[in-house]
Structures are given as structure tokens and as C-alpha cells.
């Protein structure tokens, strides 16, 4: 009697696994209906790279540069803010914090 009910939970389990395997296996829908709108247009691979490997250090460096705090009671605090947050939005592009980092410069 013991034995059967073994039997039966591993039967369950083994049917659990081939559903949870079979399922990462099979993409979604959505996830190809994402990948289409890429089909067919150019990857900056350089940017692809440098985002991957600097991005995190570059925004870090630039937060601490250029952060808002630093021009409160200035005219250039709206400007800071602005640019800060653009920063924040694209913390993992390398090449739209570069630009950023070019209007600081020239702008501040």
C-alpha cells in the first residue's frame, strides 16, 4: 500500500517536470511577436558591448557628476534635473549616456 502511493507521487512529479520543460522550451507568443519588429534592422553591436561592459560604471560616474543636488539655488538646476533624469532612463545605454554626458559638459 505504501508503495503504490509512492508510485503515484512520482508519476505526478515526472508529469510536473515534462510540463515545466516543455513549457520553457516552447517561446510565447509574445515573446515572438516582440522579436518580429526586430527582424530586418541593424544591432550597434559596439554600443551592444560597451553597454554591457561600461554602461554601469559610466552612469555611476555621471550620477555623481552631475547630479541636480549639486546646482540647487542655480539657474542651471532645471538643466541638471533634466539631464539627470534622461540619465536615469537609459542607464544601460552606453551611447545615449556618452551624449548625455557631451550636453552636461557643454550645458553645465
Excluded: C
Amino acid at each position: 500500500m505504501n508503495n503504490n502511493i509512492w508510485k503515484y507521487i512520482v508519476v505526478i512529479e515526472s508529469l510536473v517536470i515534462v510540463h515545466l520543460v516543455r513549457k520553457i522550451r516552447r517561446p510565447s507568443k509574445n515573446n515572438l511577436e516582440e522579436l518580429k519588429q526586430y527582424k530586418g534592422k541593424d544591432v550597434d553591436v559596439g554600443n551592444v558591448i560597451d553597454s554591457i561592459h561600461g554602461a554601469k560604471s559610466l552612469f555611476k560616474q555621471l550620477s555623481k557628476k552631475y547630479h541636480p543636488d549639486k546646482y540647487t539655488n542655480t539657474d542651471k538646476h532645471a538643466i541638471a534635473l533634466d539631464i539627470y533624469q534622461r540619465m536615469t532612463n537609459n542607464r544601460r545605454n552606453f551611447k545615449v549616456l556618452k551624449e548625455l554626458e557631451n550636453e552636461a559638459v557643454s550645458n553645465l
